[in-house]
């Protein structure tokens, strides 16, 4: 088999890429066997891409008009849709699930994100979701909202596994972390296995432009710098919380990955695999669209290496200088969170309007 860069993130860097898209034409025209073939390691679900698949083309028609004539809800031909291509997808994984022990090979799915702030109806749909896929290799996709971040712990502790998605600071990712360490002490046999989404672009995006606001040439000069910085400062609390369980058993469910989420480059003007290079690390996963894996396909730098303790200790002087400027990263994260549910929230509507519009 041919080692293409993707298989190179993930030996000798440990990196798991994972796929930031799932359609049924990435499943039915076999373009998701290739991914994997080609290094693709786990896959999360988009509503985004599933709109648009809906809108674009003819592949849920026959099913939407079957369920349709059923008398089922517009929401309710929606699950009935996602989790037909997640079973379908989860099948594709399994041989890397199998492969990996468990570490890898999984596809994720998320709750409603009307429910963020939501509890209890979180924690009584992530079960539904869990029961009704079925499948070893799913994890349900929960928001590290701070009503759901309770909800975390106890779905780990029932054995589901979980992806947490929409972390944006490093105090919620440390109660990410913690809700994690306190269901799998070593030495217990919890199964579950979690990731902790860190969301990278969307930190730059709302630091550039507070830095641009500012003006000064101490700003200007830290553009670029916030997300990668805050992201070496949240590998440092996973170094803290899970570095005993990554020495004595190296693919333990005691570990809770770090997961790069939206790492696809924003800003033209940067270098276009900023959020891939400077972001390799051990127990990682990377999520990447596919216009980004086509990209580390081409031209991951040959120089590529992990981040190292050094790096760890630039990124403390890097957000003490960026506070020093004025930016409040309690702040910023506040913002993302509460953006990011919305934009989720309106990306889930927008979905079930294209599939009320097929009805």
Not at 215 to 223: D, F, I, M, N, W
Request: charged residues 25%; negative net charge.
């Amino acid at each position: 088999m041919t080692m293409s860069n993707l298989h190179k993130l993930h030996r000798p860097f440990n990196q798991s890429p994972w796929l930031d898209n799932l359609s049924r034409d990435l499943i039915n025209s076999g373009k998701l066997h290739r991914y994997v073939e080609d290094g693709v390691r786990g896959i999360t679900s988009n509503p985004t891409i599933l709109e648009n698949a809906i809108k674009s083309s003819s592949l849920y028609d026959e099913q939407i008009k079957r369920l349709a004539f059923e008398g089922k809800s517009t929401e309710e031909i929606y699950w009935k849709i996602i989790i037909d291509d997640i079973k379908s997808a989860a099948d594709i994984l399994l041989p890397v699930w199998n492969e990996s022990n468990g570490e890898d090979g999984y596809v994720s799915l998320e709750v409603s994100p009307a429910l963020a702030r939501d509890a209890q109806a979180t924690l009584e749909q992530a079960r539904w979701i869990w029961n009704e896929v079925n499948a070893k290799n799913l994890m349900v996709k929960v928001p590290a909202t701070d009503e759901c971040i309770p909800v975390i712990h106890t779905l780990l502790q029932e054995g589901i596994n979980i992806n947490v998605t929409l972390i944006f600071s490093l105090q919620d990712y440390q109660k990410v972390a913690k809700a994690h360490a306190d269901t799998h002490l070593l030495g217990t046999t919890n199964p579950a296995r979690s990731v902790a989404s860190f969301f990278i672009s969307r930190i730059d995006s709302e630091v550039d432009k507070r830095l641009n606001a500012i003006g000064t040439p101490q700003a200007l000069e830290l553009r670029a710098k916030a997300a990668i910085a805050q992201a070496y400062l949240a590998y440092d609390i996973f170094l803290d919380a899970f570095s005993k369980a990554t020495v004595l058993e190296p693919t333990t469910p005691a570990i809770q990955r770090l997961l790069w989420a939206s790492t696809s480059t924003k800003n033209p003007e940067y270098d276009d695999l900023l959020y891939v290079s400077n972001l390799i690390a051990p127990y990682t996963v990377n999520t990447l669209p596919e216009d980004t894996i086509a990209k580390i396909v081409d031209h991951l730098p040959e120089g590529a290496r992990s981040l190292s303790l050094l790096d760890i200790k630039q990124a403390l002087d890097t957000t003490e200088a960026l506070r020093a400027v004025g930016i409040d990263f309690n702040e910023v994260g506040d913002v993302l969170t509460s953006e990011g549910v919305e934009k989720f929230q309106n990306s889930f509507k927008s979905l079930l309007e294209a599939i009320e519009s097929k009805k």
